[in-house]
């Protein structure tokens, strides 16, 4: 299966509206399953590297956002609000079984899913990990009519674009490197299962509706309400040249919130957990094992 680790069964689930495609390994009796969910624009394969540093006995549960990687688009004109996220978690969460802790991890806007999730139902999550994400996005509420126009005049620019075709998956594998500043080579899984080939040349499996920007994004009053409700301890891993919002004041005041938030640095981009795979798994298996000898 393309992008896949070893030791993961492929797994398809249907949603309300449209199926997607995962990858799971089940948990030995007690122990607790990752629940591993990737970034804007990527797929389950950005957790490729980190796999086989996880204990085995650990249950793992990814899967490709709707809209990204080898799940189906969604429907119609549709352009993937961050709310509809939490609905698509929820969904796939209560088509498995789970005999030990839940840990949700996530990468980009897999963490800021994470965190709304785990503050919606703090009894269900044990722990949660948040890679280059540090609660959900927020700015001032006067900002709002600004964001509709631009956001609006956006999908109205989208809808005429062309899709971009590529020579060779090289060639799209050069291009991601670049903007995602991320050599190569960890990039292959990620880039290989974001590929598909069509009559036209090689083109992005993710559905284009994605490229706009929200209509909507949340108030700092509701932000800072859903990270209090976050019950369960939380690790942060930011990339030390990651997203400079992460070491924002802003997000100084974000951390007081959290009633248990460790921060840890790894040297690398906003992908560092691709760069640094060892390092990011070292460091989410002494977190989750420190949460389990404490209960």
């Known amino acids: ?25 089940p948990a030995a009796s007690g122990a607790p399953t990752l629940v591993m969910l990737h ?37 119609g ?15 796939v969460l209560y088509q498995q079984h789970f005999s ?6 996530g990468h980009s806007l897999g963490g800021l899913v994470a965190s709304c999730y785990a503050a919606a139902f703090p009894d269900r999550i044990a722990a949660l990990v948040m890679i280059e994400a540090l609660g959900p996005m927020a700015e ?10 631009k956001s609006l005049d956006q999908r109205l620019k989208q809808r005429q674009k062309r899709q971009r075709y590529f020579d060779s998956a090289f060639q799209a594998l050069q291009l991601r490197a670049s903007i995602n500043k991320v050599a190569a080579e960890p990039l292959l899984p990620l880039v290989a299962r974001g590929l598909m080939e069509t009559p036209q ?77 060892q390092q990011a798994a070292s460091w989410v298996t002494d977190f989750v094992t420190k949460i389990q000898t404490r209960t």
């Open 1 to 25: 299966m393309i992008g896949l680790s070893s030791g993961l069964e492929p797994l398809t689930l249907s949603l309300a509206s449209t199926r997607v495609a995962g990858a799971a390994r």
């Open 77 to 91: 004109d549709y352009y993937y609000p961050f709310y509809d996220y939490l609905d698509d978690l929820h969904q």
């Open 140 to 149: 001032p509420a006067q900002q709002i009519t600004n964001r509709l126009a």
């Open 201 to 277: 040349g090689i083109t992005w499996r993710h559905d284009p509706h994605l490229r706009g920007d929200a209509l909507y994004r949340m108030s700092p009053a509701h932000c800072e309400s859903i990270i209090r409700a976050i019950h369960c301890p939380a690790l942060a891993i930011r990339g030390t040249d990651g997203y400079p919002a992460l070491r924002s004041q802003d997000a100084q005041q974000r951390m007081h919130g959290f009633r248990q938030l460790q921060v840890v640095d790894l040297p690398g981009t906003h992908h560092c957990h691709l760069q640094q795979p």
């Open 39 to 75: 970034g804007w624009q990527d797929n389950l394969a950005s957790f490729h590297a980190l796999v086989p540093y996880l204990p085995s006995e650990w249950g793992l549960l990814l899967f490709d956002w709707p809209g990204h990687g080898l799940s189906e688009h969604k429907p």
């Open 100 to 105: 030990g802790p839940l840990i949700l991890v």
